[in-house]
């Protein structure tokens, strides 16, 4: 599909002829009936319209519209979700705000609207533009993907999802701003109902400028709720729209306490709301608070943040969580990658051949060199990338990849590198009280020794600790960073490169806080670390708990557990599972709870078996969770949270598949367990009958009743674990 260009010189230009080779929009294209789109796939493609009779822009892909007028400027006055109906915009708002030299600019929008609670389309004409960065040009184009993602693992999407890119461009005729450009970007996505927008400034002029704040996104939203008295803290933002950017960290494995982008304003100009104090949270701006001045070179380009906007039809916490998910695999394929890893501690080169050997033996794809091992990834002499190099290949040879761990945060270097705390002048005051900067010398080296030594010795694994969390720095000698203002900012520009790099080099990622949109692969499902000393009956239904709190807005692929097969953070012979031929119940079920869950563990230890019995359970288990594979990888409905008390589980659902369904239930008591489930099969995309199997046993065809639910008698062993597939 060629590239769309026009050029939309307002006053100059009429809006007919700027825009006649865009496809005409269609009243009649939002009176079809959507259906689920988490159960089928929408027929209608993301496309850019033009509205001739109403002079706007159209945004539509089936399940949602948004929709822009151009006069008396670019403005957005329609953001409707199609599934429900549901209006979002009260109110307009520029399209941006740029903070240039410490001078708030707008980008678009209008002025003239006295009364915010909703908007009346017709009365348009009455308003005028603002003052600063006007409308010039648009340019539609197929969505790109922004990370030339390498898949070297086992994944359960293989493509990114298609769709329409659209550039906004915005100009001023103001002095000050003469030759800055400002580009509005949009995505939107076929077959979900999201978009995702930022902002680029150009600086085309002759001289270096300083951009202070980009919003990238500002929407006067209808409010969820409307309360007489309350501070907006107190009352419930929109729940309408879901928004994510890729500019999160905070190591708490979860978006919402990560984001740092996110604020929910509110809007004194709205007079009519009810809130007496107006105090209501209802206008959404994203910007990153605490970068404060970026400098901008002659030609230079500073790109926004991502704001990813997907738009939910329910308050329902197991339908919202899939639709995160749904996003994730398409804005961030490398997400569903999720190859079997071991964690190996290692003395020796010896030790590093064998686990090889084993993970060969028993059916594991992956080897990553753990936390204590004797790998020094920042070791780039020339007798240490050969020495790990001869290993890589031997790995390779077995069809195995490697890699290893590095630490970054939570250490100290040296006052010279470590982040300055701009509350003493001194080094202190990070996240993880002393962390290197990495602006600094000793943070740019150490990209540069960590690309060296996996690219110089063939390591395709790459497990980081403590990555940049968001530390300010108020040095002013760092090379990477100006001063304390800009210092966020470069350093996670830092941090993002290195994983984008990995990324499309086919190194697979673990890391500790929330990379995901930039290139890394998963991270833990949240746990505390002490809970892996205590026994082994209590680590397994902690364990479960972990699973099911940590699989409501991730992909089961993105998140990791732990298996101590070895001591890890105290505790005695009752924690541990070596050695393992004495522990292989314990063993089993810990495999299969994570396993079953689709969640990747890391056993850490020196080894994944024994014995022969043992290397044959770890073999049978393997070749177990490959052979149910896809469905294992796909969302969970989270039946019963694991208390100790009574039976607990989770089923496992994906209309696109055959095994349209996988349950697991465990027992967690000493006595054997008959109960009566009430299974939830509506996502599985069955609406009749379905076949179940127990164990891959025999089959028995069930009735679904008016709820898409089924009763079924479970058996579950003592201290033990059962398994259901549903097919059609």
Known sequence: MRTLFFSFFLLVQSFTSAAQELPIWNDQFTQSNVSDWLLKKPVQKAGIYKDAKRQQIVFYNGLLKRSFALQPDFSCIDFTNLSNQQQLIRAIQPEAKVTIEGVVYQVGGMKGQSEKAYLVPDSLQQYSANNDFHFEEINVSPIQPRINWKRTTWSSVQTFTAGQHVMIRFRSAQQALKNILVEVHYELYDELPLIVKWVEVVNQSDKKITVNRIVNESLALVEEESAVVGTPEQMKKQ????????????????????????????????????????????????FPEKVKAVELNVGGRIVSPRTNELLMDSYDRERRGMMIQRMYAAVAPWTSQNPIFMHLVSRNDYQVKEAIDQCKATGYEALILSFGSHCNMEDTSASNIARWKILADYAHEKGILIGSYSLFSSRRIDDETDVVDPATGKPGGAFFGNAPCMGSKWGLTYIDKLKYFMSSTGFNLF??????????????????????????????????????????????????????????????????????????????????????????????????????????????????????????????????????????????????????????????TISWYKKYRSILNSSIIHLRRADGRDWDGFLHVNPTLNDKGLMMVFNPTSIPMKRLIQVPLYYTGLDKTVTVSKNDSSSKVYTLDRGYTVQLEVDIPPQGYAWYVFRK
């Open 239 to 286: 729940h309408g729209i879901y928004v994510e950017t890729n500019y999160a960290f905070n190591n708490a494995m979860r978006y919402d306490i990560s984001d740092q982008t996110t604020h929910w304003m509110t809007d004194p100009a709205y007079t009519s709301q009810v809130n007496y104090n107006y105090q209501t949270p209802c206008i959404l701006e994203v």
């Open 463 to 620: 497990e980081n600790d403590g990555p940049y969390p968001g530390d300010v720095c108020a040095s002013t000698s760092h090379p990477g960073h100006k001063n304390l203002d800009d210092s966020q900012w470069k350093q996670m520009e830092l941090q993002k490169g290195l994983y984008k790099w990995c990324n499309e080099n086919g190194i697979y990622v673990n890391a500790p806080d929330w990379y995901f949109m930039d290139g890394t692969h998963k991270i833990a499902l949240g746990y505390r670390e002490v809970n892996f000393s205590l026994s082994r009956d209590q680590q397994k239904i902690l364990n479960r708990q972990n699973i099911h709190d940590g699989t409501f807005e991730k992909l089961p692929s993105m998140g990791w557990g732990f298996v101590p097969l070895t001591k890890y953070q105290g505790g005695g012979a009752e924690a541990v599972l070596e050695p393992l031929s004495e522990h292989l119940k314990d063993y089993e079920m810990l495999m299969m709870q994570y396993y079953g869950a689709g969640v990747q563990a890391c056993y850490r230890g020196p080894r994944l078996y024994d014995t022969d019995l043992t290397k044959q359970l770890v073999s049978n």
